[in-house]
């Protein structure tokens, strides 16, 4: 091969090859724009493309069973289709929950929302009680559970009570109503002050839910609390006027970390029952007309351990009674199977007082009236959460 060949040879390479680029850069998609992380707010949280706004999505699969012959987790009383004889019957649910949260820094402060939607299918006793069966299966609707916004400590919307989400939950049982301690369900406006030393207080105006609980003017519903956490653990108290009733009611909650894998707690509850009537013998009366002292007579109380067997188990212990010798005991133990993915099996007694104990009707009238019952009842849990 001749010089002159291969020079030729080599233009007609660096031809071919500029062409293709060419060809490759006419045909090329435009620039990709990748989804950001935000991880300034925590795992899961993303950029919304073009805006300085972080938003997380998350929720929950659930599949509860259950069984039990008086009210322990809302146990099912019905009757058989072809005799019409008085018998129970599985509680079944599954509950799919959808949240999302959206953060945002602002030069007012920090600027949040949160939404929480819940739908529903299974079968439950409709109130008053066992002598109106929801017997069968069905879907129970939507259920808006939070659509709040916040900006710096100020928050405005759908939430829960300040009167429970103040001092927390009473336990991680799943059943941790046996003795009822607060409504949940009101719009607030609300301020919450943390002064980022371990103390931090909360106001709350709220607007309550059902017959008995929503306000009948243009007086709100009033929730104060205060807080104090300190490495072990925290002591935190709540008051709350219901302006219907124009009655008080309050809890002290104390929490202690015991070790890194024990932790207690005990809350006691007192409320006022209020212009309704002051003997707290009362069988209508003491049932909690209102929307914060919904325990039975004055007082009631609530205690707990948590306690890790290892990075997979744990088991979850409640105790509670009021003045109306109500009382219940719940204890579980949890399993993650895998990251994501829990199974808790749980065991439920009650014991009902004279006049009964279980959330009252929110048509605003009937209570069921069980007289001295024991029940013992149980609950399996799926729950897979992303």
Known sequence: MNVSSLLLGSVAALISVSVARAADEDSAPGPIEYVKVCDVYGSGYFHIPDTETCVRIGGYIRYDVGLSDVR????IRTSDVRTGEAQGTWRNNTRFTFKTWTRQETELGALKTYTETRVNFGNHNAYPGPESPHKYSFNSGVKLTSAWIQLGGLRVGKDESAFDTFTGYAGNVLNNVLVPYGDFDTNVAQYYFDADNGFSALVSLEQGSGVVGTIDSHVPHVVFGV????GW???TGV???DSDYEALAGKLRVDVNVTDDLSLFGMFGYGSIGNLNDDPTNAVAAHGRGFYKIWSGNWAFWA???YTLNEKTSFN?????????NSGLAANVAYMVVPGFTVTAEVDYAHYGNFGVGTLDRSGVNWTHLGKKNSLGGILRFQSSF
């Open 72 to 75: 322990s987790y809302d146990g």
């Open 227 to 230: 807080k104090q956490t300190q």
């Open 233 to 235: 653990g925290a002591i």
């Open 239 to 241: 008051i709350a006027r």
């Open 304 to 306: 707990g351990a948590t």
């Open 317 to 325: 212990l409640q105790v509670s009674g009021d003045q109306l010798r």
